[in-house]
């Protein structure tokens, strides 16, 4: 009796260990930028500090989402340094116009339609508040893909419990569903389902 | 140790128990869904510029002011717009999910001939053959537009005859216009300014004309409300949608309106509720009693309600002549809150019959119901959209779908107030569709096209000065300078509305108290409005939810 429980403890725990500690590591893989990019250097040193300088809003109030290449031609037309980074954003991307492969965090699935202008200008909402102080990052984070979805860990969040986790961790439908009913607005299936 | 095959099944099942405890399976089962829904044979909505434009829903000839949200170019998505003065935002669950029909699996892509692939070569060919080997019969289901306009004129060169395909709203109307000799698409129902609305089943809360008009009438002025400011009575068998909500509720027998209205109709003359004193039905109230399962008293009661807050209107679910005949004898024909005449431009067109005799070719516009199946011995030339199943035509002919050409809109049918509208063609539609107009206009290029008809129908309303055109702000139309202007207006999804209906402009004389003619039963209402095939999200929104109630719910 003693040997059935101790063998049964022992597949328990190896299971749970496995569950909790390893599972998370392998269902995502980590890839890295392409390019190092220093928010922070942007925002202090360059006077970029709002998130609109970068990531503007169109005239029709659309967003135009991650800057093209042709904005980071406005200062880097010519190396401003000598890493390694600068060198490849100016020879690969800007002199021969390409855009940099930038792997989107936020990246929504494509059956899903979201309105920055409709949350930043009129439900007033910091752009911090869903994607938390990365405009002071140092550098930019790994980013981690889910084998299975194919999506961005940001949408899940970080704590693969989700019990957890900082306000602005996650992205999946029902955090919208969360952050709508405690701002008390109702939006029906068609109003980001198209 | 040596490790037993036991050892092996008792730290499986420990390993099985401790997984449950982690996110795995959880997280696993969301996963794999989401991947499912990612295999790359599923089509992916288009991604790129977004933008906004009004337009008008065509689906059906309501004309409903809606928002189109476009991705790409491509509408995406479809909301209603408040500033729209008859439907102030509302829309029904088929307009909310237009855009995806232009995708459905039962859109027709090509010419068929008796079910088989042809070209609009042969079709032409066999169309301009039957026309020269005898008449022609055009039939249209939304009078009006400058697509009608060309259609009847087709008709009038070959000798044909136009005709209307009336949708069942309008068809309550047939009696005043029988009677009164104007065109049923002259008639409409003064909602607004009535105060009492007596229903015969009609499905007034269910779907009965424009979404809005009257759900948004009922809302604000009755809904709640123990003496409302607008009573509805609603006279049905069935305890339907339209039945629980209104004021007053009459359960008679199944069939036995006509009686009813022979029965208040006595009660109004004898007891001098009315102006008129004839003509009295030969029902006794005995015997409207008896047919209808009520009392007398019970519809001396209904008369002199009915009569009490007036204006009053009658509302018949068909053309049921009895109930019609209430109308004239309480004086509301041709009078603010009842039955009145717009201020017409077209002329009367005769109403078709599916018994179509005498002809050698039917050409069927897309804009006619699909439930609408002539009958004849003539060759058809079906124009449809989509494919509603069944063997109604010869030749079924591919035609533009949601949004996919440039129309036109008079006036919802039953509206009081004339209007009109342009809805543009936000969609490319695909290379093999014809609309009927540009079938005819290849065959007969001196015909008039759409664009000219639309800016002359433009240039009338600007000489008439009269009315308001409702855009993002409401402008009298004396503030536009030229015709191309109000179109242009027109075309941004603004709706031009006319003068209130003129009273008293006709008049409805009855010798003697109609007898009832053989109609369709309130059951088979809503199953006639269902349009041939369902987008997704509406087969979800408007099959599954109750929204709309089947015959069988309502009559459970």
């Not at chain 2, 829904?37 to 065509?58: D, L, M, R, Y």
């Not at chain 2, 431009?345 to 070719?361: G, K, L």
């Amino acid at each position: 009796m003693r040997r059935t429980l101790v063998v049964f403890a022992i597949g328990f725990t190896f299971a749970v260990m496995t569950g909790w500690v390893a599972f998370p590591s392998a269902l995502y893989v980590r890839k890295v930028q392409p390019l190092e990019f220093h928010h922070k250097t942007h925002s202090e040193k360059s006077g970029f500090t709002e998130c609109e300088s970068c990531h503007a809003f169109g005239n029709a109030g659309e967003f135009t989402g991650i800057p093209s290449i042709e904005t980071c031609a406005g200062c880097h037309a010519d190396k401003l340094g000598t890493s390694k980074s600068e060198a490849i954003l100016v020879d690969d991307y800007i002199k021969r116009g390409r855009e940099i492969p930038w792997l989107v965090y936020g990246r929504q699935p494509k059956n899903v339609w979201f309105s920055h202008a409709t949350h930043t200008r009129l439900a007033g909402l910091a752009c911090s508040d869903c994607h938390g102080n990365f405009g002071e990052s140092d550098q930019p984070r790994i980013y981690e893909q889910n084998r299975i979805s194919g999506y961005s860990r940001d949408i899940w969040g970080h704590s693969i419990s989700r019990l957890r986790r900082a306000p602005h961790d996650g992205m999946k439908m029902s955090d919208c569903e969360d952050c709508h009913r405690r701002h008390h607005v109702e939006v029906g299936c068609l109003g980001c389902h198209e | 140790m040596k490790v037993s095959r036991r050892d092996l099944l008792i730290g499986t099942s420990g390993a099985a128990a401790g997984l449950l405890l982690t996110p795995v399976p959880w997280k696993l089962l969301g996963d794999v869904s989401i991947w499912t829904q990612n295999w790359p044979w599923i089509p992916e909505p288009v991604h790129g510029p977004a933008e906004s434009k009004h337009s008008f829903c065509t689906l059906c000839s309501s004309g409903c002011g809606i928002r189109v949200r476009l991705a790409a170019n491509c509408p995406v998505g479809i909301a209603g717009v408040s500033t729209n003065p008859v439907t102030r935002g509302a829309l029904c669950p088929l307009g909310f999910a237009a855009h995806q029909m232009n995708w459905h699996p039962q859109r027709i892509r090509e010419v068929l001939h008796h079910g088989r692939a042809s070209s609009w070569t042969e079709a032409q060919a066999a169309f301009e053959k039957a026309c020269s080997e005898g008449p022609l019969a055009i039939l249209d289901g939304r009078p009006g537009r400058a697509a009608s306009s060309l259609l009847k004129t087709f008709a009038g060169e070959r000798n044909g005859s136009y005709r209307v395909v009336l949708d069942k709203e309008s068809q309550t109307l047939e009696p005043y216009a029988t009677w009164s000799g104007v065109s049923v698409t002259e008639l409409g129902y003064d909602f607004e300014n009535a105060r009492t609305i007596l229903s015969f089943g009609a499905p007034l809360l269910d779907g009965w004309g424009p979404p809005g008009r009257f759900t948004r009438l009922w809302s604000e002025r009755s809904a709640g409300q123990e003496d409302p400011q607008l009573r509805l009575i609603q006279v049905e068998a069935s305890l339907s949608r339209t039945a629980r909500a209104a004021w007053r509720r009459v359960a008679l027998h199944e069939g036995s309106e006509a009686a009813l209205a022979a029965g208040v109709a006595r009660v109004l003359l004898e007891e001098h509720l009315v102006a008129l004193q004839r003509p009295l039905p030969q029902m006794s109230l005995a015997e409207a009693a008896s047919q209808t399962c009520l009392t007398p008293d019970a519809i001396r009661v209904l008369a002199r309600t009915v009569v009490e807050n007036r204006p009053v209107v009658v509302v018949a679910q068909d053309g049921n002549p009895a109930v019609a005949a209430l109308n004239v004898l309480l004086g509301t024909v041709a009078a603010s809150g009842g039955i009145v005449r717009k201020a017409a431009h077209v002329a009367p067109d005769a109403a078709a019959e599916p018994q179509i005799d005498s002809a050698r070719a039917v050409l069927v516009d897309a804009s006619v119901p699909w439930e609408f199946v002539p009958q004849t011995d003539a060759e058809v030339f079906r124009f449809a959209a989509w494919d509603g199943g069944g063997n109604s035509a010869d030749w079924l002919l591919p035609a533009p779908g949601f949004l996919e050409e440039l129309t036109d809109l008079p006036e919802a049918p039953t509206s009081a107030a004339e209007m009109y509208a342009i809805a543009q063609n936000l969609a490319v539609a695909p290379a093999n569709v014809k609309s009927a107009s540009q079938f005819l206009l290849q065959i007969d290029s001196t015909l008039p096209v759409i664009e000219k008809l639309i800016l002359t129908r433009c240039e009338e309303i600007l000489r008439t000065r009269q009315g308001s055109v409702y855009g993002e702000k409401q402008l009298a139309v004396t503030n536009f300078g030229s015709a191309q202007k109000l179109e242009e207006e027109l075309r941004r999804g603004a709706v031009w509305v006319g003068e209130p209906p003129r009273l008293g402009s006709f008049r409805c004389e009855l010798k003697e108290w109609p007898t009832e003619i053989p109609v369709s039963r309130a059951a088979d209402w809503t199953t006639a409005w269902v349009p041939p095939v369902l987008p997704p999200l509406a087969t979800k929104l408007y099959q599954e939810s109750n929204l709309r109630e089947k015959p069988a719910r309502r009559n459970a």
